[in-house]
């Protein structure tokens, strides 16, 4: 199995930038399609992006598309979240996940076995 270690979150103005980050140890880090998710108070858990295990394909929803961008560095056992022109409503606990059944990407939370315990980002105007 894989461990997974959120960081990176914090406060920040709307409009600003954040990078969070997923550290991973366990088993081999390369063999897990990875992604993000994120719930904000009182609502469901949230597809954010998805990267394939090598790197190759990425997905993410409208909502964040050409704002947020995923990527990961197989050699350092870690995932990113590159996000921008942030939005009040991109307020929440930000989660990453890994699935060792999936082998491009999904948006589907149920495709995902591990979690990390998520990391709070909080957009204020």
């Known amino acids: 199995q894989v461990q997974l270690v959120e960081s990176g979150g914090g406060l920040v103005q709307a409009g600003g930038s954040l990078r969070l980050s997923c550290a991973a140890s366990?088993?081999?880090?390369?063999?897990?399609?990875m992604g993000w998710f994120r719930q904000a108070p009182g609502k469901e858990r949230e597809f954010v992006a998805a990267?394939?295990?090598?790197?190759?394909?990425?997905t993410s929803p409208d909502s964040v598309r050409n704002r947020f961008i995923i990527s990961r560095d197989n050699a350092k056992n870690t995932l990113y979240l590159h996000m921008s022109d942030l939005k009040l409503e991109d307020t929440a606990v930000y989660y990453c996940?890994?699935?060792?059944?999936?082998?491009?990407?999904?948006?589907?939370?149920?495709?995902?076995?591990?979690w990390g315990q998520g990391t709070l980002v909080t957009v204020s105007s």
């Open positions: 996940a890994a699935s060792s059944r999936v082998v491009t990407s999904s948006d589907r939370s149920t495709d995902y076995d591990y």
């Open positions: 366990g088993r081999t880090f390369s063999m897990y399609a």
């Open positions: 990267i394939s295990r090598a790197g190759g394909t990425k």
